[in-house]
């Protein structure tokens, strides 16, 4: 009865260790924002008048750290991206809610692996087509 008690020993120690090194390498690739999302927002605030329609996201661009701030001015929704170190606005995108549904699904199935088309309705290429 020993061994078993050994063992049981011998697994939490591996446990522990494998969750001490997954925190380590989470704290280590973690992002180092220069500036906090409460300060995206009141950039994008400054420069388009409205509300926030969604929860500030902090999201890797093509290498770059930025957050994606929804602003509605009116009847016009904005996706805009402020920089994370610079504080400056990286890109402003009208949008829609179909639009950024159909984004928030491409966004999960890439993060499955698996692909869905980039607009409602958008046609298959030649070569993925099933006969």
């Given at each position: 009865m020993k061994?078993?008690?050994s063992i049981r020993v011998l697994a939490s120690g591996a446990l522990a260790?494998?969750?001490?090194?997954?925190g380590l390498l989470a704290a280590h690739a973690a992002p180092h924002a220069k500036i906090s999302a409460a300060r995206a927002n009141a950039i994008?605030?400054?420069r388009f008048s409205g509300r926030l329609t969604a929860k500030t996201t902090l999201e890797n661009e093509e290498g770059k750290w930025q957050y994606g701030v929804m602003v509605r001015?009116?009847?016009?929704?904005r996706e805009v991206m402020v920089d994370a170190n610079s504080g400056k606005i990286a890109s402003v995108e009208v949008t829609s809610a179909a639009k950024e549904g159909v984004e928030k699904q491409q966004d999960a199935a890439k993060a499955k692996g698996?692909?869905?088309?980039?607009?409602?309705?958008?046609?298959e290429s030649g070569a993925a087509k099933k006969n």
């Open positions: 061994t078993h008690g260790l494998v969750a001490l090194s997954a994008v605030l400054k001015s009116g009847k016009t929704l698996t692909s869905l088309s980039k607009e409602p309705g958008a046609k």
